[in-house]
């Protein structure tokens, strides 16, 4: 019993994704207004039943479009918040997770900044709620990092939106055909976080001493 | 003769920024599509022909609108990476500039990421090439930084997004009644930048030496 419920559930999250898929692309090419239900089960060749039994409207496939990404993230940071080994280790791991999260569903993300003035006030609600989720977290994660006296950071919320900012970004410059793969871009992420929130360690300073010219 | 033309250059110029502030809040509340060139007259408390004195029509607004914000920073950049004093205090003073110009032009860039799917071709090109002019005298004022030695940067194109991405990112955040002010909010950013782009000045490590506790 419990195998085929979790069974159907995977079915239902994988055809609730096939048309947030569709539609985020449909989005993105026409814009909100100009996209109808119709085309996006014409897209997908089914029925407009099959679209409406995962949705109520069209406003309820914008929400779950936008809330998609933004979910995923507040859950990441809420973990790497709440996680038990090293401060930077958690940090570096929602970093590398935040720039892949966002490659991943960068139409998506263009959809959410685009249409969000078309979205239910609910919607609008959770994902405002998301938000602050994940704000709180990554600010939780930084203070905890000063307290152990690794990070080095003046004010942690304007840190925690410039890494937001740095990484979200990536959805607005990432292109298939760059020259670096995800794994690249997130890896060099958690390079320009590393550099900009831990405190030098005592063993680099070593390294410079013995080999300092004078 | 040429103080009254400068005289009539600089009133032209306000005329159009009121009509940009005006047109920038209409369509930030109510869409590009949602506003017509009568709503932005009537909020100006002008007459259409006036608004089509200074712009051909609506989507005209859109990309003087889109241009401003985006035709500021890539001049400073330009101006940062062409000057000739110290590389750090150019790239300082651009980071500076940037998240001043982000904060006063938050609506116009809010407007430009959700409608640029409305701008005229010619603008929409015009506004790639200003992004363009930014990308290559950001990353060019990271290459001398680099070549300097004052500079520890592992991939100039994804450091150059990552400075564009955390400072533009402002434009989402910011709030007037925030308790920081746009200067606090720039330096923050300027001391966020220099924490991620420079090598640890030896003073530093001298400083660290010394007191070292072994």
């Known amino acids: 019993m419990k195998k085929s419920d979790t069974l159907r559930d995977e079915i239902k999250d994988l055809k609730r994704k096939r048309i ?45 479009v936008c809330g998609r990404t ?73 203070r905890e990092g000063i307290d152990a006296g690794e990070f080095h950071i003046p004010n942690i919320s304007v840190a925690t939106q410039a890494i937001t900012g740095m990484t979200t970004w990536i959805f607005n410059w990432y292109r298939p055909t760059g020259s670096l793969t995800p794994d690249q871009i997130a890896e060099e992420m958690v390079g320009l976080v590393s550099s900009m929130v831990r405190r030098p360690s005592p063993d680099a300073d070593g390294g410079r001493i013995l080999t300092s010219p004078s």
Chains 1, 2 share one sequence.
């Open 20 to 64: 947030l898929d569709a539609a985020s692309e449909l989005f993105f090419q026409h814009g909100f207004k100009g996209t109808s239900v119709e085309a996006i089960a014409s897209h997908l060749q089914v029925t407009k039943p099959f679209i409406y039994y995962h949705f109520e409207n069209k406003a309820d496939i914008l929400a779950g």
């Open 70 to 142: 933004t979910a995923f993230v507040a859950q990441s940071a809420e973990v790497a918040a709440a996680g038990s080994g090293g401060v930077w280790q958690r940090l570096e791991s929602l970093v590398r997770d935040l720039s892949l999260r966002v490659i991943e569903g960068r139409v998506y993300l263009a959809v959410y900044f685009r249409e969000e003035n078309h979205l239910p006030k609910s919607a609008f609600r959770d994902l405002s709620r998301n938000r602050t989720r994940f704000d709180t977290a990554l600010s939780k994660l930084l």
